[in-house]
């Protein structure tokens, strides 16, 4: 037979073994925190450059069935070729806002998200452009909507990418040969929301700032002015 037991007895236990759950929790947070593992599993990376030249070929295309026969080392995996995986992780879309931009490697990516249906936003910066080399000008040849600061008194200076509103992509690097190659640059790429939002608050603010719509032409006596 069973013993009845008291609704007294029955909180007691209750007590109990809600102090035991707490203590077993706060022992796994310290075994887990002292044998190195991170609860935290969203994405936190930095990237150091220059990046050594290799190639990236089976990032557009990983199931080729014959070897590239490109001379840059194969196989290895850098900072770039890190920075590449992480863009060419969007299904979405992909939000950039760039002061220069005028890397092959990367605009072929952003063409590359475009064919495949991601939708491509870019902010850049009015007079950085129009320069020599500058990949603008394919991108919206391509039908990237593309948007530039209007004001003449400023840069936009911004180097960061959004990936599906959810990895953001930031540093010093400018989106040039130089910057990926010879420059001493760093990149951070995040999902942590609380970095994320910011950035992307920061995107939309430029995007609808810089509406051609919303800004009329200047006639002829205003730009004399």
């Known amino acids: 037979?069973?013993?009845?037991?008291?609704?007294?007895?029955?909180?007691?236990?209750?007590?109990?073994?809600?102090?035991?759950?707490?203590?077993?929790?706060?022992?796994?947070?310290?075994?887990?925190?002292?044998?190195?593992?991170?609860?935290?599993?969203?994405?936190k990376e930095v990237l150091f450059f220059p990046s050594p030249q290799t190639c990236v070929e089976h990032l557009f295309t990983p199931d080729r069935s014959f070897p590239c026969a490109c001379p840059l080392p194969h196989g290895t995996e850098t900072s770039f070729s890190r920075l590449l995986g992480h863009l060419l992780s969007a299904c979405v879309s992909l939000d950039l806002c760039l002061f220069s931009f005028s890397h092959v490697e990367l605009s072929r990516v952003v063409l590359h998200l475009h064919n495949r249906g991601v939708t491509v936003r870019v902010v850049t910066d009015r007079d950085y452009m129009a320069i020599i080399g500058s990949q603008i000008g394919t991108l919206r040849r391509a039908g990237i909507c593309v948007r530039h600061e209007m004001s003449t008194a400023v840069h936009m200076h911004h180097k960061f990418a959004l990936v599906d509103g959810r990895k953001l992509i930031t540093g010093s690097l400018n989106w040039t040969l130089t910057a990926v190659q010879s420059n001493k640059e760093n990149v951070m790429v995040t999902e942590e929301p609380e970095l994320v939002r910011p950035y992307q608050k920061e995107f939309q603010k430029l995007w609808e700032a810089n509406d051609p719509a919303n800004h009329k032409p200047q006639t002829k006596k205003q730009a004399a002015k």
């Open 1 to 43: 037979m069973f013993r009845q037991v008291s609704f007294k007895e029955l909180m007691k236990m209750f007590g109990v073994g809600a102090v035991a759950l707490v203590l077993g929790v706060e022992w796994l947070d310290w075994l887990t925190r002292r044998l190195g593992f991170r609860r935290d599993s969203r994405l």
